[in-house]
């Protein structure tokens, strides 16, 4: 079992920043890739980003490659996400997730296994 919690979240403006970070409990941060995951209101929950256990591969959507750095941080449990230049339709309840994935990034939802709560991020124009 890995609980995850999500901080971080905020209202900021157009091209501001916001540093996104997830906490992990329980099991082994470091077998696990972890990614990070988005919902719009309305809206289905779609892949940001993710990275491997090792930190050695990141993959990014397209929609904030160029804005958007993840980072973890496996003697601390944690890993971060950067967001520069946030744009309004940025605006989303972000998600952290854990999954054990062996070989290759994991994109989709049912890749991962275990979810944090959520956080809110709100980007006014």
């Known amino acids: 079992q890995v609980q995850l919690v999500e901080s971080g979240g905020g209202l900021v403006q157009a091209g501001g920043s916001l540093r996104l970070s997830c906490a992990a409990s329980?099991?082994?941060?470091?077998?696990?890739?972890m990614g990070w995951f988005r919902q719009a209101p309305g809206k289905e929950r779609e892949f940001v980003v993710a990275?491997?256990?090792?930190?050695?591969?990141?993959r990014y959507a397209d929609s904030i490659k160029g804005r958007f750095t993840i980072s973890r941080d496996n003697a601390k449990n944690t890993v971060s996400l950067q967001m520069n230049s946030l744009k309004p339709e940025d605006t989303a309840v972000y998600y952290c997730a854990a999954g054990f994935i062996v070989g290759r990034i994991g994109i989709r939802e049912n890749d991962y296994y275990y979810w944090g709560q959520g956080t809110q991020v709100t980007v006014s124009s």
């Open positions: 329980g099991r082994t941060f470091s077998d696990y890739a």
């Open positions: 990275i491997m256990w090792s930190g050695g591969s990141t």
